[in-house]
């Protein structure tokens, strides 16, 4: 089984730029988390899709960030402009039920 | 997050036992869960422990969980210089999907 595909693996863009992550979850996997993990600390929740509608978005900071995931399936996620805070490692999980998170290998962003 | 706490480092010897702990405070947690990331990867599911079990046991990890203390720990047998890597706890709150994650315990396997 093909685990959680994300892309770019790294991305260097300069402060106020845009910037766009996508991600391809497990097949079938209904459910979608986009988290921010940044340098020394644990992952935290951004936004959670089911299906093609979002189930949570409190900590999305929606002045800049959005995100979509328009057929049920791949997910995008924006910044636009981009901040220097928001360099961080953006990882992308998906589940088929409530008590399994898989996560993909994440998309290192540095912004200068 | 603030509410799962761990030690943030861990140095241990190649074939002994290594034991990494976890506090959380959400006494709703239902599920608490061990992950692992190799640097420059995902984080990887170990294993998962629901609220009313004590422990689990899985090859070389055991999981033991006091919910009176909401105290986690997680046990890694004859420990391989491959476990070096930082190791994640993270509770799921009851009625919620999202994972709350400790900052991570780096694991250094020395020869």
């Known amino acids: 089984e093909a685990g959680v595909a994300q892309s770019p693996r790294y991305k260097i863009i300069e402060k106020r730029q845009s910037v766009a992550f996508w991600c391809n979850p497990i097949?079938?996997?209904?459910?979608l988390y986009w988290y921010q993990q940044i340098l020394g600390q644990g992952p935290k929740l951004l936004i959670q899709f089911q299906n093609n509608g979002v189930v949570d978005d409190s900590q999305l900071p929606k002045d800049r960030f959005s995100a979509e995931r328009l057929k049920g399936v791949d997910s995008t996620l924006k910044i636009q402009p981009a901040k220097l805070e928001d360099s961080a490692v953006y990882l992308c999980?998906?589940?088929?039920?409530?008590?399994?998170?898989?996560f993909g290998p994440g998309t290192r962003l540095t912004v200068l | 997050g603030e509410d799962v706490e761990q030690s943030l480092f861990l140095s241990v010897r190649e074939g002994d036992s290594s034991v990494i702990n976890c506090t959380y405070t959400d006494s709703s947690s239902t599920y608490l869960y061990w992950y692992k990331q190799e640097p420059g990867a995902g984080l990887q599911l170990l294993t998962y422990i629901f609220s009313n079990m004590d422990m689990k046991q899985d090859q070389r990890l055991t999981v033991l969980l006091n919910k009176k203390d909401k105290h986690l720990s997680l046990r890694i047998a004859d420990t391989q210089t491959g476990d070096s890597a930082i190791y994640f706890c993270?509770?799921?709150?009851?009625?919620?999907?999202?994972?709350?994650f400790g900052a991570g315990t780096t694991v250094t396997v020395r020869a």
């Open positions: 993270a509770e799921k709150a009851a009625n919620d999907y999202k994972l709350s």
């Open positions: 999980a998906s589940s088929s039920n409530d008590n399994e998170q898989f």
């Open positions: 097949s079938g996997h209904a459910t």
